[in-house]
């Protein structure tokens, strides 16, 4: 079936690092894959977004990764600051209207 | 400029009774989702409207779930005679709607669902 999964559930960073947040998809037919951080009591906010025919999108202090070979996204937030707390979605967008999204992997910051 | 908003925020509701979430989306965006969100979980896609064609309603998961669009503008979710497993997170979104490109989407707030 189709999905869009994480490799762990929470992650906890010293602030100040570097934070890798991982996806796995199964489905390679789609058209683009976008990062979602949500924070406690608001809705997904889009952070970066990155097209099947790309391998690398950088943005500020977040860059993705997309290999199509293991079929792996990667979201890098480089110097993790206190508000990047927050749950992070990848998710797989095929078509206007269908995007899946995964279960989430919730970022904590250790001052 | 505005986002999407939503409301109420907070809905309690008893088993059985019917309950109505809206949603008015960003001005100019054609595109508007719901999505249900359990706690702890992902989003999950219920129904998407685009201009003026056909709603596609795959996501809904009974026929207890119905979603309204007047003006291609303010939308409603509609839950009758819910049940305390319809407790969540009613995310509601809007893009351009672009066809070909990516188009991003822009959340709401949400509306928190709770049957007692």
């Known amino acids: 079936g189709e999905s869009v999964g994480l490799h762990l559930p929470t992650l906890s960073v010293q602030e100040g690092d570097n934070s890798i947040i991982n996806c796995a998809y199964s489905?390679?037919?789609?058209?683009?894959f976008i990062w979602y951080k949500q924070e406690s009591g608001k809705g997904p906010q889009f952070i970066i977004d990155?097209?099947?025919?790309?391998d690398k999108r950088q943005g500020q202090r977040v860059t993705v990764l997309l290999n199509k070979t293991v079929k792996h996204l990667s979201l890098q937030i480089a110097a993790t600051q206190p508000g990047d707390s927050a749950v992070y979605f990848c998710?797989?967008?095929?078509?206007?209207?269908?995007?899946?999204f995964g279960s989430g992997t919730r970022l904590s910051i250790r001052p | 400029g505005a986002g999407v908003s939503q409301s109420p925020s907070n809905k309690v509701t008893e088993k059985g009774k019917d309950v109505e979430l809206r949603c008015d989306p960003i001005?100019?965006?054609?595109?508007l989702y719901w999505y249900r969100q359990s706690l702890g979980q992902g989003l999950e896609f219920l129904i998407y409207?685009?201009?003026?064609?056909?709603?596609?309603k795959s996501g809904l998961p009974s026929d207890r779930f119905s979603a309204e669009r007047t003006g291609g503008s303010v939308s409603t979710l509609t839950i009758q005679r819910t049940q305390q497993e319809d407790s969540a997170v009613y995310l509601c979104?809007?893009?351009?709607?672009?066809?070909?490109?990516?188009?991003?989407?822009?959340f709401g707030p949400g509306t928190r669902l709770t049957v007692l």
């Open positions: 979104a809007s893009s351009l709607g672009l066809a070909g490109v990516t188009d991003t989407q822009y």
């Open positions: 489905n390679s037919a789609s058209d683009y």
């Open positions: 990155i097209r099947s025919n790309m």
């Open positions: 998710a797989e967008n095929k078509s206007a209207s269908k995007i899946i």
């Open positions: 001005s100019g965006h054609t595109a």
């Open positions: 409207f685009q201009g003026n064609s056909a709603p596609d």
